[in-house]
């Protein structure tokens, strides 16, 4: 066992050894040597002052009584972190921008820079802080009662006396000289505090060793292995029990979700001491990843704590008394040590995010309400701030000893945690609508956070407090026998968890009053254009705010102004600093609107929005705030969102239209190869005859000696010649008209088979030419399609008489059905030639596509039919297409749709035809 | 694009974090059976934690940077803010 | 001069007039109609000069020209390419397989006519 004096002792060396790493820490950073200090992974530890004694003693005691449950205080600040890009990011942004001191001085300053939202704010933290810091106390108290008791009986980790007052008392009075040294020795205007977070970052380090240590230990020195701790008999009543996962489980995580972000603590180290947005980019996973480690042995240590303690061991001390059980006083005294450390880190930021609060919310409004003194002197604001800081930390953490002290003897303290949590948690509505709802004002926030921390206080705080100064008749019966007013039982919701009973009335009540007197209450300016920049804090620089506020001030008056709060030296660098970026060598600015807004801010930093304000105001001779520039700044803000949103859709059609544009570019490209192509066929088509008219031309010209015979032949063949030419042009003139849809002719109602005996008539010379026999069968009775009579029997002319002529076989036939199906017409001519080639059935259809064949006939034509039929046929609705081959010569089809119309209509169009 | 796919990677991996990790998800892994010896409520429990760390690690350095930002009383305010697009 | 004159064309009117002029000058003249049979009547009744039409069935004018001019039996044989096409896109490639002379249709008679002699000449 060990004894008091060497705990004591190794305690104090510990102490001094923050002091040591806080005062190198701040010696380090005055000298401008940031990097260690302001690196990414010190925030993250410093952030880890959420995990308090509470969770070092208290997550094991959790365990052994609600199971899993331990785990939704960690779960909900992993969620906010891992989503820090929305929340947090956005808060940092703010608190950055703004120069928020406290949770209190961002709330306040989003609503218009309400001193009365401050004030509310801060006793709100004030209250639900100190039973926090009293919590602590005990711990510390208890663990050191618990390790230096040299009775043995310690093992149930219940101190066999009383708990030790002095032990307390010092306790709380080393921390506040502690927290005095380090935490107020400058009015800073950003409120960093490097030494502290130094200091709270090693005793995170050392709080997540101990747990490691003690963890492993127990797993696999006291147990023996992992699947050995769960197979302990008290595993399974551990994990069992009833209705865990419930409503309680939800309403843990959204608690701790909610305290992570509204805790004033969590505020002052995740917001204030920030030094670099881009550290939130690792503590996003960093810190879960911390709350992880911590969580890990948890569950091990309160099962192996129940089955190898004694019986009526207080779990809450199992993390300590189970390494004592087994006689290993050096890992109990790093476990003591570790616990001392998360206290102590507690109390350390909180007092201090405390001071901060009450100093610039509370203290100096009052100090500028009272009569104002003669004319200020350099630095007297700043000493006024500084003393009232340090007596704050002193009262604050006197308050804390205090409630330690009345509430010693009762176990109220252990459900202090989650009260606090739900105290604070009623800043959440004010908060997140602050940040994402321009309508939310100032009398909303005012009138729901009064509402919901009564609320909290009368149905959670109360309570607590029973069968002390209250009789436990007030709660069994509701005040003055009301019972609809039972406090843990508000309008007959009975048999609710109480935490979640108290939950649901206050943040309940809480946004409803936020909301409804927010629509109904007309915002000021001020808090219209502090919505603004606070919303849409990505897209509106701070300074913006100058655009709207116009003020004018003597720069004497401001530079005193500057000296009182900031000092000397700093008011000093200021103003220099400011004139030089307006390009003056002089050491003072021009005192425009700019200015003022850039001084109020850094006034702001170092005493809250609201107290700035109020003092800028004194000496300033004349502001106006621009309404009209406000709302012009709405509308930009709108604009710029719908600028963008067209932006994108802009973009998307830009690649459409380049996408359609290319293809449009790779169609005429085709198009142009393809007109090229037709330029060189025709020439082509009209070169040869014509070379056959110059040459034959030529012969006559040149030659007296022919005979009239000849002469004769030679001028036929010229003759010929130039018909074929005309031919040509006329044929390519109308498949050029064709093409382009030019009708020269209507459409009108026709009878396709009679057109089809006329063609079959104008073809019989041919084939009787050349021994051809034409059969027609099928469809006899009129078929009416809506087309042109002679242009249809062009078409056929031309299919019959490519047969004819393509017909090389010994006994040359035509077949030609027509049958009518699905209201189409079908004209199939099939021959009994060689049919078409494989490798020309693809192109006969094309323009000049006649096959070379060597018995050409000269009167052929230049291989524009079957393109011009087709398009003939197109331009009826209807279709040409050679049919597969079959071995017995070419078939090719026509498709014509029947002309539409009523059933009697077709009577008198057919009869007409007859 | 890549800005916006991470972010909305992010939005995701929170949502579905959270309901993961809340009833009626949770009480399904809450039978007596166990996973090497660990309750799987437990392992899952645990398994989806770090499932998020591990998500958010891999976004984190996805994520677009800002400009690095040092709150210093002599840092002209304009500073702060440009170079940030619409949010 | 009696110079034996192939013309390889597939316009009947082209062939009577060209045979009709080259025979008036004094040459043998004969005629196919194809790309297959310039190559048969080549090897079985050489001539001294041939007329190539570009545009043949069954094998066009540069593939009998290209066969020609890589068979060393048949490649002293000089060959004027016919063609309507008159683009210079044909006549570079003409050149390249080989052609002794280019014309382009319509021609002139008495421009045809001197070619042919130069070739049967040479």
């Known amino acids: ?914 | 694009m890549r800005r916006q796919k991470a972010r909305d990677a992010i939005v995701a991996v929170t949502v579905f974090g959270t309901l993961l990790l809340l009833p009626p998800i949770l009480p399904f892994f809450d039978r007596s059976v166990t996973v090497g010896g660990v309750p799987l409520i437990v392992v899952y429990v645990f398994g989806v934690w770090l499932a998020l760390i591990v998500a958010a690690w891999a976004l984190s350095r996805r994520l677009p940077m800002d400009a690095p930002r040092r709150a210093r009383l002599d840092d002209p305010p304009t500073d702060q803010i440009r170079g940030e697009g619409a949010d | ?122």
């Not at chain 1, 003693?57 to 891992?82: D, Q």
């Not at chain 1, 106390?137 to 663990?143: E, F």
């Not at chain 1, 309404?627 to 963008?644: C, F, P, R």
């Open chain 1, 1 to 914: 066992m060990l004894s008091a004096n060497a705990v004591l002792f190794t305690a104090l060396a510990y102490v001094a050894l923050l002091f040591l790493v806080a005062f190198v820490s701040d010696l380090r950073s005055r000298k401008g040597w940031l990097a260690l200090v302001r690196s990414p992974v010190v925030y993250t530890l410093s952030i880890s002052v959420y995990c308090t004694s509470w969770t070092f003693y208290g997550a094991v005691g959790s365990a052994a009584r609600n199971g899993l449950e331990f785990a939704t205080i960690y779960l909900g600040p992993t969620l906010v972190f891992v989503g820090w890009w929305f929340l947090l990011r956005k808060l940092v942004r703010i608190g950055r921008i703004h120069r928020s001191s406290s949770i209190g001085d961002l709330i306040s300053s989003r609503y218009g820079k309400s001193t009365s939202l401050a004030v509310l704010v801060t006793l709100i933290a004030v209250i639900g802080t100190t039973p926090y810091i009293a919590l602590q106390l005990k711990a510390v108290t208890t663990s050191f009662q618990v390790i230096a008791d040299a009775t043995g009986t310690s093992l149930l980790g219940i101190p066999t006396r009383d708990l030790d007052i002095r032990t307390g008392f010092w306790v709380a009075v080393g921390m506040a000289v502690f927290t005095i040294l380090f935490g107020t020795r400058n009015i800073d205007a950003n409120e960093h505090h490097h030494g502290v977070v130094a200091a709270i970052a090693v005793e995170a380090l050392v709080k997540l060793f101990a747990l490691l240590a003690v963890g492993l230990y127990v797993v696999f020195w006291i147990a023996g292995g992992v699947p050995e701790v769960f197979a302990l008999p008290t595993s399974a009543a551990v994990l069992q029990g009833s209705d865990t996962f419930g409503i309680r489980w939800v309403a843990l995580t959204f608690l701790s979700a909610t305290a992570i972000v509204c805790l004033p603590r969590q505020f002052q180290i995740t917001v204030v001491e920030n030094a670099d947005e881009n550290h939130l980019r690792t503590a996003g996973w960093l810190f879960p990843l911390y709350l992880f480690l911590t969580s890990l042995f948890t569950l091990p240590i309160a099962i192996v704590g129940l089955a190898t303690l004694p019986a009526g061991s207080n779990p809450d001390m199992f993390v300590l008394t189970l390494p004592m059980q087994h006689d290993q006083s050096a890992l109990a005294l790093l476990v003591f040590i570790g616990g001392f450390s998360s206290a102590t880190s507690m109390v350390i930021v909180a007092s201090i995010a405390l001071s901060i609060m009450v100093s610039n919310h509370i203290v100096m409004p009052i100090a500028l309400r009272l009569p104002r003194r003669s004319a200020g002197v350099s630095g007297d604001v700043k000493a006024l701030l500084l003393v009232s800081r340090r007596i704050s930390i002193g009262v604050i953490l006197l308050l804390g000893f205090a409630y330690f002290v009345a509430s010693a003897k009762s176990d109220a303290l252990a459900s202090m945690g989650l009260i606090a949590f739900a105290g604070v948690a009623q800043f959440l509505p004010s908060l997140i609508g602050g940040l994402y709802w321009h309508q939310a004002s100032k009398s909303g926030a005012f009138a729901g956070l009064l509402a919901g921390v009564l609320t909290w206080a009368y149905t959670l705080l109360l309570p607590s407090f029973e069968g002390g100064a209250i009789p436990a008749t007030f709660f069994e019966r509701g005040p003055w026998g009301i019972a609809a007013l039972r406090p843990q039982a508000l309008f007959g919701a009975e048999g609710v968890d109480p935490l979640v009973h108290s939950l649901f009335w206050s943040l309940g009540v809480n946004v409803v009053l936020f909301v409804a007197v927010s629509l109904c209450r007309e915002q000021k300016p001020l808090e219209r254009l502090q919505a603004t920049l606070f919303i849409d804090v990505f897209r509106n620089p701070a300074d913006n705010e100058a655009r709207f506020i116009r003020r004018s001030a003597a720069i004497d008056d401001l530079y005193v102004l500057a000296q009182r709060i900031l000092g000397a030296e700093q008011a000093h660098r200021l103003f220099r600093d400011f004139a030089r970026k307006q390009g003056s060598r002089d050491d003072l600015p021009q005192p425009d609107t700019e200015f003022i807004a850039h001084l109020e801010r850094q006034l702001a930093g170092g005493i809250g929005a609201a107290s700035a304000r109020v003092m800028v105001s004194q000496v300033i001779t004349g502001e106006t705030i621009s309404l009209e520039e406000l709302m012009k700044l709405v509308d930009e803000t709108q604009q710029v969102i719908e600028y963008s949103q067209q932006l994108e859709s802009k973009s998307q059609q830009l690649q459409t239209t380049a996408r359609q544009l290319r293809e449009a570019n790779q169609r005429l490209k085709a198009l142009d190869a393809q007109k090229d192509d037709f330029l060189s066929q025709v020439s082509h088509e009209v070169r040869t005859p014509m070379a056959s008219i110059r040459s034959f031309s030529e012969i006559l010209l040149s030659d007296a000696d022919l005979s009239h015979e000849q002469s004769t032949r030679f001028i036929e063949i010229i003759h010929n010649e130039t018909l074929r030419l005309t031919r040509l042009l006329d044929e390519i003139l109308d498949l050029s008209h064709l093409e382009r849809g030019e009708l020269t002719w209507t459409l009108e109602p026709v009878d396709a088979l009679a057109v089809l005996r006329r063609a079959v008539e104008t073809c019989q010379g041919m084939a009787d030419g050349a021994a051809a026999t034409i059969a027609v069968n099928g469809e006899t009775g009129p078929v009416e399609v809506l087309g042109h009579g002679d242009r249809l029997a062009q078409v056929f002319i031309n299919l019959i008489s490519n047969a004819i002529k393509h017909n090389t076989g010994p006994s040359p036939r035509l077949d030609i059905r027509s049958s009518v199906a699905d209201r189409r017409l079908i004209v199939d001519v099939q021959d009994n030639g060689p049919g078409v080639a494989a490798a020309d059935r693809d192109r006969i259809f094309a323009k000049f596509s006649r096959t070379w064949a060597s018995d050409r006939p000269v009167t052929a034509g230049a291989g524009l039919g079957l393109a011009i039929s087709r398009a003939i046929l197109r331009r009826m609705n209807g279709t040409l297409d050679l049919l597969p081959d079959t071995g017995q010569g070419a078939c090719f089809r026509v498709v014509l749709p029947l002309r539409q119309t009523t059933g009697t209509a077709v009577g008198p169009a057919a009869g007409e035809q007859l």
């Open chain 3, 1 to 122: 001069m009696s110079a034996r004159v192939l013309i390889a064309e597939d316009e009947p009117n082209l062939v009577e007039s060209l045979s009709f002029i080259l025979s008036r000058e004094g040459c043998v003249v004969s005629a196919v109609f194809d790309g297959e049979s310039v190559l048969e009547r080549l090897r079985s009744d050489r001539p001294d000069v041939l007329v190539l039409d570009v545009m043949l069935p069954l094998r066009t004018g540069f593939e009998v020209l290209k066969l020609i001019k890589t068979d060393p039996g048949l490649r002293g044989i000089p060959v004027m390419v016919l063609t309507a096409k008159g683009q210079e896109r044909d006549r570079r490639t003409a050149e390249d397989l080989g052609a002794d002379a280019f014309v382009t249709k319509p021609f002139s008679n008495q421009d045809v006519v001197d070619r042919i002699k130069r070739l049967a000449g040479a």
